[in-house]
Structure formats: C-alpha cells, structure tokens
C-alpha cells in the first residue's frame, strides 16, 4: 500500500468559489465585500489547478457583478489559472455576468442562462397624497436633484435620461460578454443581447456556455478520479443570529420595491 492511499487528504484539491444569491452592496448578499476573501483564498489555495466558480444567481446590482468580476479576472491573470463557471439553477443578468470571468462556462440542460439586459423602474404616487389631504414639501438646489420622485408626476425628459442611462448600462454589459465569449458566440446578436433568457440547451447552441457539466464532475474531469472541491463560501449566520438582520433586511427589500433603481436582473 502505498503512501498516498494511506493519506487520503492528500488527493488533488480543487478550488471551488461559492457564488450564491442576490448581487447587491448589502450585509449578506453577494457582492465584492462578500466575495474577495473567498477568491483570494482559493486562488492562493489553487497552485497551478483550475479555479471553478459556482454560480447560483439571478443578478443584481451592476456595480457589483462588475467589481466581483473583475477580481476573479485579475486574480486569474496574476496566477495564470485557468477559471470554469458551472452555472446551477440560475446564472442571468448579472449572475451571468459572473460567468463570464470565467474561461469557459458550463450548466445543465434545463439551467436559466442569459438576460443579457437590463431593468429599472419602480412606483408612482403623484395623486395619492392629494386624496390623504396632505401637502407635499420638496426643497431642491438643482434642476434635478428630485428627478424619478415619485410623488412626483412624471416627465417625458427623466424618461429620455433614465433610458439612455440604461442604454449605456447594456451597452457595457454587451460589451463584457462579446469580450470574454468573442468568436463563440452565434446566431442573431440582436436577440441574444435583447435581455431574455434561456435555458443551458439554447445557451450552448448560442454560444453562451461551452458544455454540461455540475461540479464534482468538473472536479474529477480537471483534477483527476481522486481530485476533490475545496470550496470557499462564506460562513452561514445561525438563525437566531440572523433574525435581527432578516428584520432590517425585509424593511430595506420593502423600501427598494417603492424607489426607483436599475438592475441586472
């Protein structure tokens, strides 16, 4: 018997990042405050062995995917390890932007992949506060510092600004996944690029994945039969701990559902 099947945990490790939720700058969603620990650890556990992402993820706010994006790039091209992305349920909007840091991308069949596009709106109460009897007081210094207000009517101009805000967003969004996919991509680019999504058999033929595969297969066909994950994900809350932030974190879903924002998802 040899030494190494004497000592199990000797077998090739590879990293694997946990990249679970709701992309957005808050405590205990994903975002780049979240994640860097976790793709620093993995690339510096990595030696030469490919990194794997494990996406899980509707999107979210664009900031974020951007900035966690491009640390799993940076750390790559430091390190000159290769990444793959498996793609579980979910990988749209800015999940799929996660994705393409990644050299090659994988899913299941029926996994939702693309929304290449994105979303923003919210609510408007103009009339509400008149029939409540009560008297709007807005002070500005600046022609539009209140615009999207929304007990305020609204104005054909904010509409043009607000579009063509997104219309930029998009355009950056584009531009990323033709950047990391390039001469993978197929078919129409209008209808790839005009935010709808798809599961992982029309995202292969598109172009948008590379192959089905889940992670511990990835795990064995890149290390090895022995190979196993080391992933890296952050630590879980209990319950009790968490109750008092689940509280907070219902209040702020509540307000965001009554403001306006844009969104990758």
């Known amino acids: ?17 946990v990249l679970h939720g709701v992309i957005a700058a808050r405590v205990g969603m994903l975002s780049a405050d979240s994640a860097r620990p976790l793709i620093e650890k993995a690339f510096a556990a990595a030696g030469r062995r490919p990194v794997i992402l494990d996406i899980e993820s509707p999107g979210g706010s664009p900031v974020q995917s951007d900035l966690i994006a491009g640390m799993i790039r940076t750390q790559a091209d430091r390190t000159g390890v290769r990444v793959h992305a498996v793609i579980r349920e979910v990988g749209a909007s800015g999940g799929y932007w996660l994705a393409c840091a990644a050299d090659e991308i994988h899913a299941n069949r029926m996994s939702i992949v693309g929304s290449i596009g994105v979303v923003g709106g919210g609510f408007g109460f103009p009339e509400l ?15 539009n510092k209140a615009r999207l207000d929304p007990f305020s009517p609204e104005k054909p101009e904010d509409v043009v600004f607000v ?7 998009h355009g950056r969004f584009t531009d990323w996944v033709r950047t990391r996919r390039g001469q993978r991509l197929r078919g129409d680019q209008d209808t790839l690029f005009d935010g709808s999504f798809m599961l992982g058999e029309q995202a292969l033929e598109r172009g ?13 066909q890149l290390g090895g039969d022995r190979a196993r994950a080391r992933r890296f994900a952050p630590k879980r809350q209990r319950l009790l701990a968490r109750l008092p932030r689940l509280g907070v974190d219902v209040l702020l879903d509540a307000l965001e559902d009554r403001t306006w924002r844009i ?3």
Do not use: C, H
Not at 130 to 142: E, F, I, N, S
Not at 163 to 169: A, G, S, W
């Open 1 to 17: 018997m040899t030494e190494t099947s004497l000592l199990p945990w000797r077998r090739p490790r590879l990293s694997v990042i």
């Open 129 to 143: 506060l008149g029939r409540l009897g009560v008297q709007r007081r807005l002070y500005t210094a600046g022609r």
């Open 163 to 169: 579009k063509d805000l997104m219309e930029k967003l």
């Open 208 to 220: 948008l994945i590379d192959g089905f595969e889940t992670v511990d297969d990835l795990v064995r």
């Open 263 to 265: 969104n990758l998802r």
